[in-house]
């Protein structure tokens, strides 16, 4: 059996404000792209289940009457305003999953931002800048392997000559999976104007992570994502029988694979870092074949990029002294890195100022940093950004069993409403 489908519950604290509720929101996706038998989320870029979000993020726009915008690389903008005029005050996530994800990871701020809006409508809120709900597009890289592909297409960190290189396991490409699903690729690129529009970004998600548990908070503010990236370690041995071959006579690259898995616990731990091989492909994957390639990806982070770098180094190490003694040979690739980001300080602390009183102990809001990659951390080259974090009771994410309480979602609706509110109705 499924678990049951992770949502809050009613709460009076949203009700009544505006074309569809929170809640209401929140039932109408909550059915796309969920798998039967995990109860977790399959919206990967480009599939069915990802233009079924496209499709619900527009019918939210235009029972607000707000204006939608699909941009050359296919991230979903809905305004309030002109966008033309400058200085505009954006918010919003990102609708597709990890495999099996949770239902929380994304969709927490984009049903959020809908429903803030909605909050400073009922509120008579009157706005002096533009503003806009966004969705980003594959910001899991679940199905092209590299995060965050439309907003670093956007930013100019991922050129059009490496994006038309992405393929899926099937071998699709990127803009063979786009042009499948009706989009345009030739006209993925760089966005400049577009992000020049924009004066500040502000992104609700669930924590991922329990520091916010800890401290008893139900919203605290990012201060700096962690520099993090993804390597490709390939492990080429010798394809053979299981039953005949000598283990002396074996170039097994499955035993130098495993002897990395470990080395890369036991360097993150020295750190006081993390990495993972979520990963795995084998060839030819045969129950009674030794392995010709082991080929697996390290997901590596850490606080500062001094500790990075010795992690990372340390585990390439091992993994070339194993190989070498099993007569296996390694390359590692590096397929993609975030340096650290530093959220800007002076939106940080107006976003605390506005969340929090200095005359009040029950008001304060914490200010943390996170190992998890973001669209704001994309953008924070090219645009002020910020982030907001809503609680997460148990830590995790990525996972069916990701949760926020009813109360904790309520509480981040509000923070973000008062955000917006001190940003873009001045």
Known sequence: MPAAQPRPQASDGLKGTGPS?????????????????????RRFAWTGADADCRDW?????????????????????????????????????????????????????????????????????????????VNFGDEEGARFGLACVGSRLAAGHLTVEQAHRLTDAGGITLPQAMEAAGYDPDTIGPDPERLARIGAFVELHVEQGRALDLTGDPVGVAGAIWPHGRWRFDFRGEANHAGTTRLADRRDPMLSYAETVLAARREAQLAGAVATFGKISVEPNGVNAIPSLVRGWLDSRAADQAALDTVVHGIEKAAREYADAHGVHLDVVRESFTPVVEFEHALRDEIVRLLGKEDSADLRVPVLGTGAGHDAGILSASVPTAMLFVRNPTGVSHSPAEHAAEDDCVAGVTALADVLEGLACK
């Open 21 to 41: 509720s929170f809640l209401e929101m929140w039932r109408q996706l909550g059915s796309i792209g969920r798998h039967p038998g995990s109860g977790g989320y």
């Open 57 to 133: 993020f527009r019918e939210q726009a235009e029972a607000r009457g707000l204006v939608l915008e699909l941009d050359r690389n296919g991230n979903q903008w809905a305004w309030l305003g002109d966008p033309s005029a400058g200085d505009a005050v954006v918010t919003g996530s990102h609708l597709d999953s990890v495999p099996d994800g949770g239902a929380f990871d994304g969709p927490l701020g984009v049903v959020s931002s809908f429903a803030a809006l909605d909050e400073l409508r009922g509120r008579g809120a009157r706005f002096t800048k533009p503003l806009a709900v």
